[in-house]
């Protein structure tokens, strides 16, 4: 089945303990994107990537790291979490650009809750 | 700076009534505009693009450049269009960076 996963879905962590949520997708897509879901705020961008080895920030690239080695991956990290970090976080691709070709598909989601 | 505005965050409405989730934005190009839906217990998904000119499930919605919105329409709302519903926005000219709206809820009685 084509999708994007995202592991974990839950997670309770400590203020400072670095932590990765992993996103993978099997649609052979070049794009790739995180968002972060907050009450009243709707979805804001964190890092997106265009392709293996090429990222970019989003609006609200602040306390996070990406990486891009393989195409199908494109994990998050949280080097020092802090508790404005607790949110609802998501993953998604696309094949091409988001408004070009392609549709954005979405992971489940993963929330986070730093301590 | 884009934004993008959704005035309502719940619109509560009956079974066979109209419905207009409005949306809109601020950009001073050209902007492309979409509706995504989240159903519950379902992933976020593409709802509809205003290029494609089409409707999907009933609805419609409108590029209108003079008010600056892309209101999402249908005329006669069925219970299982209850959902969360997300404006959003991609400039024309940097397609990289997908801005959303806050949503709205959608919920239509019986």
């Known amino acids: 089945e084509a999708q994007v996963t995202q592991n974990p879905r839950y997670l309770i962590t400590v203020t400072g303990k670095k932590l990765t949520v992993t996103c993978s997708q099997n649609?052979?897509?070049?794009?790739m994107s995180w968002y972060r879901q907050d009450p009243g705020l709707g979805l804001r961008q964190i890092y997106y990537?265009?392709?293996?080895?090429?990222?970019d920030k989003g609006d609200v690239p602040e306390g996070y790291k990406v990486s891009r080695k393989e195409k199908r991956n494109f994990p998050l990290i949280l080097e020092s979490p802090s508790p404005n970090q607790t949110s609802l976080y998501f993953c998604?691709?696309?094949?091409?650009?988001?408004?070009?070709?392609?549709?954005?598909?979405f992971g489940e989601g993963s929330r986070l809750t730093v301590l | 700076a884009q934004r993008v505005t959704q005035p309502e965050k719940l619109l509560s409405v009956f079974k066979g009534a109209p419905v207009e989730l409005k949306c809109n934005y601020s950009?001073?190009?050209?902007?492309?505009l979409f509706w995504y839906v989240q159903y519950s217990r379902q992933r976020l998904q593409l709802l509809l693009r205003?290029?494609s000119r089409e409707s999907i499930k009933g609805f419609t919605a409108d590029l209108n450049k003079g008010e600056t919105s892309f209101h999402l329409k249908k005329p006669f709302a069925q219970e299982e269009d209850s959902a969360m519903y997300y404006c959003?926005?991609?400039?024309?000219?940097?397609?990289?960076?997908?801005?959303f709206g806050s949503g709205t809820r959608l919920l239509v009685r019986p």
């Open positions: 998604a691709s696309s094949f091409g650009t988001p408004s070009g070709a392609g549709e954005l598909f």
């Open positions: 649609m052979n897509h070049e794009y």
């Open positions: 990537s265009m392709n293996v080895e090429v990222t």
């Open positions: 950009y001073s190009g050209s902007p492309e």
């Open positions: 205003h290029i």
């Open positions: 959003a926005l991609s400039r024309m000219d940097s397609s990289y960076k997908l801005i």
